[in-house]
């Protein structure tokens, strides 16, 4: 059965912390994995990983895909109040739907 | 990328009724994919919605429960029946976008069934 699964379920930190949140995944016809965050209703796109070892950035945030290894990690640095939300794994498999992870709830305290 | 128009926003509605979720996307797609996120959870895939198929669901959901119609290319609905307190969801209309933005969301639905 295709899981994804994310680490940790919540983390607590300061403003200028610097946060690395985990994706590990097991799916059949691995297509790419994509982050999303979420702080009301609509997850917001913030990247998609089809290549191993390519680290994509934007901004204070960063990414990579280990497809060897089947994880990704998600690291943002001098993290900000505003960066507070649930932070979303999701993989696309050959089916072309997506399988999200339970989430991390990540919050920054000024 | 895609845009979704996602309506209701939100809605409280009783016991045993039914809802319709719409969602509008600016462009043709070939599939739409509608999910459920319960409170303090994931997104869970309820269905993918072709356009003159019927909808095609995934463990765990049934059609009378979440009828699903896919008139055109840009439009689909997603109705939650006979809705008990445990459908208080929300819920997500989604479509691949082409480039390299992954999936597009619409802004989400939170129903409230008291």
């Known amino acids: 059965e295709d899981k994804v699964v994310q680490s940790p379920l919540s983390l607590v930190v300061h403003e200028g912390d610097t946060v690395t949140l985990n994706c590990s995944y097991e799916?059949?016809?691995?297509?790419?994995l994509l982050w999303y965050k979420q702080e009301k209703k609509a997850p917001t796109f913030l990247f998609m990983l089809?290549?191993?070892?390519i680290e994509k950035k934007s901004g204070r945030l960063s990414s990579i895909l280990d497809k060897k290894e089947l994880f990704s990690i998600l690291n943002i640095t001098a993290t900000q109040t505003g960066d507070s939300a649930i932070y979303l794994c999701?993989?696309?498999?050959?089916?072309?739907?997506?399988?999200f992870g339970t989430g991390t709830r990540l919050q920054v305290f000024p | 990328s895609a845009v979704i128009s996602q309506k209701p926003s939100r809605d409280i509605c009783q016991r045993g009724t039914s809802l319709t979720i719409q969602c509008q996307v600016d462009?043709?797609?070939?599939?739409m994919f509608w999910y459920r996120q319960q409170p303090g959870q994931s997104l869970t895939l309820i269905a993918t919605?072709?356009?003159?198929?019927?909808?095609?669901?995934e463990s765990g959901f049934v059609i009378d429960k979440f009828p699903i119609s896919r008139p055109n290319l840009t439009f689909s609905t997603l109705t939650v029946s006979n809705m008990s307190p445990e459908d208080s969801s929300i819920y997500l209309c989604?479509?691949?976008?082409?480039?390299?933005?992954?999936?597009?969301f619409g802004s989400g639905t939170r129903l409230t069934v008291v």
């Open positions: 799916v059949t016809n691995f297509r790419s």
């Open positions: 919605a072709n356009q003159g198929s019927e909808a095609t669901y």
């Open positions: 999701a993989v696309s498999s050959g089916t072309d739907k997506l399988i």
């Open positions: 462009s043709q797609v070939t599939m």
């Open positions: 089809t290549s191993s070892g």
């Open positions: 989604s479509v691949e976008s082409w480039g390299k933005s992954g999936y597009t």
